[in-house]
């Protein structure tokens, strides 16, 4: 699995990398079929963070999580939170699928 984590007008410093890439390594946990993570972070006006989060899974199309705010950090968490919660919606609706037939 692959974790790319990129800026749009904001130079990623190490510490803002190692921080996304950890947060993003947990998402398998939650779904074991990923097979990429983007995470793709912006500068706006007047210190506005977002945080967009691509998730790619085997047979389905990509998942897209986006939080925006002040802090940079919690933006990240909220991002994560997002795609977390599509994951296990998604495993979930996966596994009731063979039940209800």
């Known amino acids: 699995m ?12 190490p510490a803002i990398r190692e921080y996304a890439s950890e947060k993003a390594l947990k ?5 074991d079929r990923v097979q990429g993570i983007d995470v793709v972070i912006n500068h706006g006006d007047h210190n506005h963070y977002s945080v967009e989060i691509i998730t ?20 990240i968490d909220d991002a994560i939170d997002k795609m977390e919660r ?5 495993k979930q609706k996966l596994r009731n699928r063979k039940h209800n037939v």
């Open 2 to 13: 692959e974790i790319k984590v990129s800026g749009r007008h904001i130079e990623v410093t």
């Open 27 to 31: 998402l398998p946990r939650y779904f």
């Open 56 to 75: 790619n899974v085997e047979r389905t199309d990509p998942f897209i999580a986006r939080a925006s705010g002040l802090d940079l950090y919690a933006c």
């Open 86 to 90: 599509q994951l296990t919606d998604h």
